[in-house]
């Protein structure tokens, strides 16, 4: 190899850790943006959040979109305000809606990984979310239980059955831009 080759790669090298950078904060803030776009209808609020998680590990892949979401809930556990009603702090993280929260990296790791792994067809989008909504949704409720020592079915009333719709919608759009985007775009 030559000092052209060997030069040409470390550009690119670079180009594409500086790309990961970009992609991985812009994703950050669209998150941080979803978060805030919110209807507080109890003790969980209804954001556009999850919508943001889907996105960001739908397109980015399960590395770089598990990054973006480490990076996001780290940057709230520190006092960023990125998190609803530009909220932060590790009070976020052990309130009743911090099984949430924390729940978004395991979501962004099946989504990502099932996308990585199965291509980002449509119906890999839409059961990857449904699956990484349902792991969201289990830790977000176990944490919820118990820091309010609320009882399961109570919960789950309060936490998941009033965001059954609105989540169902998020996955559709997710999934639409999941798909269509990956055909135009390859982050």
Do not use: H
């Not at 449509?122 to 990857?128: C, D, G, K, M």
């Amino acid at each position: 190899m030559n000092n052209s080759e060997t030069n040409n790669k470390g550009k690119l090298n670079i180009r594409s850790g500086l790309l990961d950078i970009v992609f991985t904060a812009m994703f950050v803030a669209i998150i941080t943006v979803c978060a805030q776009i919110q209807i507080p209808i109890g003790p969980v609020p209804f954001t556009l959040q999850t919508l943001g998680v889907f996105a960001a590990a739908g397109l980015l892949g399960w590395k770089r979109g598990t990054v973006a979401i480490l990076v996001y809930v780290l940057l709230g556990l520190v006092g960023v305000p990125v998190f609803a009603g530009f909220s932060g702090g590790i009070s976020c993280i052990v309130g009743p809606t911090g099984g949430y929260i924390i729940g978004f990296i395991f979501t962004a790791f099946i989504v990502g990984i099932m996308c990585d792994k199965l291509g980002r067809k449509l119906w890999v989008a839409i059961v990857s979310m449904i699956i990484g909504l349902a792991v969201c949704y289990a830790f977000g409720t176990v944490w919820f239980c118990v820091s309010t020592s609320t009882g399961v079915v109570d919960a789950l009333l309060i936490c998941v059955v009033p965001f059954l719709i609105a989540d169902a919608v998020k996955i559709a759009v997710a999934s639409l831009l999941v798909n269509n985007l990956d055909r135009v775009i390859k982050l």
